[in-house]
């Protein structure tokens, strides 16, 4: 996925607090979703959002378990870090 799309996903505040919930470890769908006021509905669509901008990975098992995908993150703070150039 490109960089349009990760800003894109990460432009809206839900999204974001997600992510922040997925950096200590895989959490299940409904622990996600437990931690809104918004439908389960609204959190699957922000969750799929996430999962298309490669944000995010998800397993099946007896539930749907999410976890945030740190490669991306990754070339996120590569580019960022790379606007800086080299010190003087």
């Not at 099946?60 to 590569?78: A, C, F, K, M, P």
């Not at 960022?80 to 150039?85: H, M, N, Q, Y």
């Amino acid at each position: 996925m490109g960089f349009q799309e990760t800003f894109k996903a990460l432009s809206d505040p839900t999204r974001r607090e997600i992510v922040n919930l997925l950096k200590d470890g895989k959490r299940s769908a409904g622990d996600i979703v437990s931690h809104f006021s918004s439908t389960n509905a609204t959190i699957s669509h922000h969750l799929s959002i996430l999962r298309k901008a490669g944000l995010i990975t998800d397993e099946n098992r007896e539930y749907i378990y999410y976890e945030l995908n740190t490669s991306v993150i990754d070339e996120i703070i590569g580019w960022i870090t790379s606007l800086k150039g080299e010190e003087q």
